[in-house]
């Protein structure tokens, strides 16, 4: 069967499994764009090539399945940059084609041109340049194999103009064979016996729980390895939902803006078991100065990540799932839970943290009050389904909403943890409402945030995709409006932006959406409520919240852990 180039992508992408692409055409990807028409792949037409990929980001996010993205060439692959660095720090699957101009014109400055391939190199797994049409369904098997195997990961096919005009032999590849990529999922036999030993000797463990458990679909034997071994748990930013937070041995999240018990709990540990996360900055603080008790056990699939910062006594390259099942067989081997040591001391300690130093905020209900955002947040928790999937931006509002939601169920929390994209909440709340639109979606975003990518509501709009955006506005940017009152003397140089302008109700409604408002504590129910019951198109909550609230507790940046700062009203006891 002869098919152009064109039509050969397409057919491609339909035989990975493609139910739902994200994109904008221009003229290098033109070609590709007509056979759409007849595909039974559905597109959803963006209104910036950037919003395209935090689609396919929330998209996988939600589904596990490789979002897919197709974009033009020269400027508009350079607006999808962004998401692909985005998902590259975050592991997320990711497929992204880009159109690019005639390969006979590669390097003649043709118009739109850019050097696609090269630019995207450092964040994208692997990438691909199509020189010739009978490639295509090859280069496309090997696409999806790479962005969803080992360590997931964002990819990107360059597809010429006049090579998506060529015809080619169909066929379909029945398998992938690269020689130097492969990815190791069972951990080291030896080494998995070296770790049940490790927690069978320790008295002060503490799991942490990172991204890669939620990518390895390994939140159950996480699980299953906490409740055998009495062992709490923290969970990172990338991790919410991968273990309860109803559990009793959830301790929530660490890190620079984590609570007060996941912070001290890992300083004090005598082991830490690290399942898929990868020491960084934001969690460890000043590294010298992290858990300096603690012997480390490091499962990850990806070698790189072993020693990269902290380096363990115990690294186990592997599939995060397949090594804690091994490690739960290993520990059950040597006795199961009744052979573990008595921790009854090092739990009562974790609870007596919880009890002195929880988070903390105070929302009055007088006529003048402020409205606290902490208060939206919970009043949003506790009005929807507790399967609501939540996006946040980046900021203040997104430590707000990964602090005060309530996660015990995994894949309901996206979010832009290693690049900390602002402008990610709307677009990638778009693509979770996409692949998961039997879910409530609610974006917490900030004023800050929403003003970068808001436009994509018109997509949401015209596409009757139901999204629902809180956004907390306090008409500031509120993460480093706090780093500037803490840390600089309170000199607030350019972060003011006006609670006012633009105003965001009618901005809502000119883009297809329902626009509400909410200014004092008392209005916030209502607006939620009937924000719950639309369900034919998108909503915008515009939240005046307290400009000066700030996100406790708080480790500066670059100090230790040890020098965590509550909020003001705890007093001093915490640091």
């Known amino acids: 069967m002869k098919l152009t180039g064109a039509q050969a992508l397409i057919k491609s992408l339909e035989m990975e499994g493609t139910e739902v692409m994200f994109g904008l055409p221009g003229g290098a990807i033109l070609p590709v764009y007509d056979p759409i028409i007849d595909s039974s792949i559905r597109h959803v037409l963006v209104r910036h090539e950037q919003g395209a990929g935090h689609m396919a980001e929330g998209y996988a996010h939600v589904t596990g399945r490789p979002g897919v993205a197709m974009v033009t060439s020269g400027p508009a692959a350079t607006n999808i940059v962004t998401p692909l660095c985005d998902a590259y720090m975050d592991s997320i699957p990711m497929v992204v084609i880009t159109g690019q101009v005639a390969y006979s014109a590669i390097g003649s400055d043709a118009f739109q041109e850019c050097d696609t391939t090269g630019i995207t190199m450092p964040v994208t797994k692997h990438n691909w340049l199509v020189t010739d049409p009978q490639d295509i369904p090859q280069i496309v098997r090997e696409a999806f194999h790479v962005a969803t195997t080992g360590r997931p990961g964002p990819v990107l096919v360059d597809v010429p103009k006049d090579i998506s005009n060529q015809t080619m032999d169909w066929y379909w590849p029945e398998a992938v064979d690269l020689p130097g990529y492969t990815p190791s999922s069972q951990g080291e036999p030896g080494m998995i016996r070296k770790a049940a030993r490790l927690i069978a000797e320790s008295r002060r463990p503490v799991i942490y729980a990172g991204g890669g458990i939620l990518k390895a679909r390994a939140a159950e034997a996480l699980r299953a390895l906490a409740e055998m071994t009495g062992i709490p748990v923290v969970t990172t930013l990338m991790a919410r939902g991968a273990f309860p937070d109803s559990h009793e041995l959830c301790l929530g999240m660490p890190g620079m803006h984590g609570n007060y018990t996941a912070v001290t709990a890992m300083q004090k540990a005598d082991l830490l078991i690290a399942l898929g996360s990868r020491f960084d900055d934001r ?241 916030v129910q209502a607006a939620i409520d009937k924000a719950n019951e639309i369900d034919d198109r998108p909503v915008v909550v515009d939240f005046r919240t307290d400009s000066t609230e700030k996100v406790y507790p708080m480790v500066p940046a670059g100090g230790p852990n040890d020098a965590i700062i509550l909020d003001p009203s705890q007093g001093e006891g915490g640091r």
């Open 283 to 523: 969690v460890t603080g000043k590294v010298s100065a992290f858990a300096p008790d603690a012997k480390i056990i490091h499962v990850d699939i990806d070698p790189a990540e072993q020693g990269k910062v902290r380096r363990p006594d115990v690294p186990i390259v592997g599939d995060c799932r397949a090594v804690i099942e091994e490690m739960v067989a290993a520990i059950e081997a040597m006795g199961g839970a009744a052979a573990q040591p008595d921790r009854s001391e090092w739990l009562a300690q974790v609870r007596a943290w919880q009890r002195d130093f929880p988070l903390h905020y105070e929302q009055s209900f007088e006529e003048d009050s402020a409205l606290k955002p902490q208060y939206v947040v919970e009043q949003l928790r506790d009005s929807t389904p507790d399967d609501t999937i939540v996006v946040s931006g980046v900021g203040q509002h997104q430590m707000w909403a990964s602090q005060h939601w309530r996660f015990d169920h995994p894949y309901t929390w996206v979010n832009s943890g290693g690049l900390g994209t602002m402008g990610f909440a709307v677009p990638a709340a778009i693509g979770a409402k996409v692949g998961r639109p039997d879910r409530m979606v609610w974006a917490v975003d900030g004023d800050g945030c929403f003003q970068m990518t808001a436009q994509e509501l018109v997509t949401a709009a015209s596409e009757r995709i139901p999204v629902k955006v809180a956004i907390l506005n306090n008409a500031y940017l509120g993460m480093v409006r706090q780093w500037q009152e803490l840390f600089y003397e309170e000199r607030y140089s350019e972060v003011y932006l006006s609670p006012d302008l633009p105003d965001y109700k009618m901005w809502a409604e000119a883009m297809g959406c329902v626009g509400l408002r909410v200014e004092h504590p008392d209005e």
